[in-house]
């Protein structure tokens, strides 16, 4: 059975987390859209890894990662991922990670304009800076440069020749700055490919050639499902499909191989950057719950704005992404409070939204409509079995199944890989 795991709010749901327990029960596990502006959390005992390239799988020995085409690749980044882990006695191969010819290659040029484009903005993005808009936009317009590309140097010398001749004009005439050598990036670059050389294939044959065997297939979505280009809360969105129909194009596995959809959420909400949050805590409780959640972004160390569950925004996750099963994250950060809210519909200019508009203005000066539960003043993180979970916060959970029509399997209640109940 091949399962996809996606984001269904604003990012950072605890995706790393389920992706590491999912995954010692499937044979490969599949990155498809995003780069190293994903931060993915795995704790084990008392060690945290942050992934941001490899997928969250990388820990369990035997078991092979994926890295999809639909994945904007920094080279750099990635080869200093994969020597962290052997730093720590982790050893990364050519058996244990595949990564796709067709992938795209963020250069530097992607991530200086990333940086230069948020300045001269007004109405700023919030980006993660690491080049992935850049990237994408360049691999629309097709003069994109792809992992194969820096197997052959006669390749990589065209493109970057004809690439730093539009960028270095750009650079100078638009934002003044200075150029970029081709000596210094295609040399920096050809080592890259001589790196990761083994590592590269045409990863949509070695994946179906294991879904032919019966392999079992766990997709990883980046980001989350309001940060698609596409679904998100366009423009405050990152450039990738990140709901799952980003899949098929990202990895070259059809929808029909595609059996369960598992929808990962905080048991509140979070977003980081700009962009609307109908939902977001007034200053003081937001303080409090970033700082009892932890929420620092995972690749930037950003304060993440923190606000309640809001069940119109994730109904429509669950529509998109034809979710199958929940999976409700950090339910042990709500534990002690008097009592818990849950938006279940938006106002704006006298009329009701018990659907997630389509209109930024109506998002973003919305009012929530809310439902007030009350609290469960106990602890969660010892819980493993859902009967035994304080009558309020079970109560909490079977709310939120009914207003998102769907049922909930899993539920984390701390950040190690046991701190967690499956129904
Ligand atoms: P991702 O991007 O979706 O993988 O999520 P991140 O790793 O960016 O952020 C999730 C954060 O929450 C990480 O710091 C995790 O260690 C942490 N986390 C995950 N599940 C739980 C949980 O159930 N309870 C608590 N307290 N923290 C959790
Ligand atoms: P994971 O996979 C949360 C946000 C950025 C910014 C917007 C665009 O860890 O959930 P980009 O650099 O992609 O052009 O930035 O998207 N963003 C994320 N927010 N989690 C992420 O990934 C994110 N990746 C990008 O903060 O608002
Ligand atoms: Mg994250």
Not at 143 to 160: F, S, W, Y
Not at 237 to 244: G, I, K, L, P
Not at 270 to 276: A, D, K, M, N, S
């Amino acid at each position: 059975m091949n399962l996809a795991v996606v984001g269904a709010q604003w990012g950072d749901e605890g995706k790393g987390k389920l992706i590491d327990i999912l995954s010692q029960d499937s044979d490969v596990t599949v990155r498809y859209q995003g780069g190293n502006n994903a931060g993915h959390t795995v704790v084990v005992k008392n060690k945290e890894y942050v992934f941001h390239l490899l997928p969250s799988a990388i820990l369990h020995k035997g078991k092979i990662c994926v890295i999809g085409n639909g994945v904007v690749i920094d080279p750099k980044a990635l080869i200093g991922e994969i020597k962290e882990l052997e730093g720590k006695g982790l050893k990364v191969s050519p058996k244990s990670l595949k990564i796709s010819g067709r992938a795209h290659i963020v250069m530097p040029y992607h991530r200086i304009l990333d940086g230069l484009r948020e300045t001269k903005r007004k109405n700023k993005i919030g980006t993660t800076g690491r080049g992935i808009g850049p990237c994408y936009a360049d691999k629309v317009t097709r003069c994109g440069i792809r992992m194969i590309d820096l197997l052959n140097p006669e390749v990589l010398k065209a493109k970057l020749e004809d690439n730093l001749a539009e960028k270095n004009e750009t650079f100078s005439k638009v934002y003044g700055e200075k150029d970029f050598p081709f000596g210094d990036i295609y040399q920096e670059y050809l080592d890259y490919g001589k790196y990761l050389k083994d590592y590269i294939c045409d990863t949509a044959f070695f994946l179906h050639e294991l879904i032919e065997k019966k392999k079992t297939v766990l997709f990883e979505g980046a980001q989350g499902t309001f940060l698609d280009i596409d679904f998100g809360t366009y423009p405050f969105v990152t450039s990738s499909n990140s709901t799952v129909g980003g899949i098929g194009p990202g990895t070259g596995v059809p929808p029909t191989k595609i059996d369960k959809v598992i929808a990962c959420v905080k048991a509140y909400t979070t977003r980081v950057g700009e962009g609307p949050f109908p939902t977001e805590f007034p200053e003081d409780f937001n303080d409090q719950i970033r700082t009892k959640g932890n929420e620092f972004g995972a690749t930037t160390g950003r304060p993440r704005r923190c606000g309640w569950f809001d069940s119109v925004l994730v109904r429509y996750s669950v529509i998109l992404n034809g979710v199958t099963n929940l999976a409700i994250m950090k339910l042990d950060v709500l534990d002690n409070l008097e009592e818990v809210k849950v938006c279940v519909a938006y106002k704006y200019k006298g009329k009701t939204y018990k659907t997630f508009p389509e209109d930024l203005e109506v998002i973003t000066k919305a009012e929530p409509v809310y439902e007030t539960l009350p609290g469960w003043k106990d602890s969660t993180r010892g819980v493993r079995d859902f009967k035994k979970l304080p009558k309020n916060a079970k109560a909490y959970i079977k709310r939120l199944e009914e207003l998102l029509k769907v049922r909930v399997k899993y539920i984390s209640v701390g950040t190690k890989r046991d701190e967690i109940i499956v129904r």
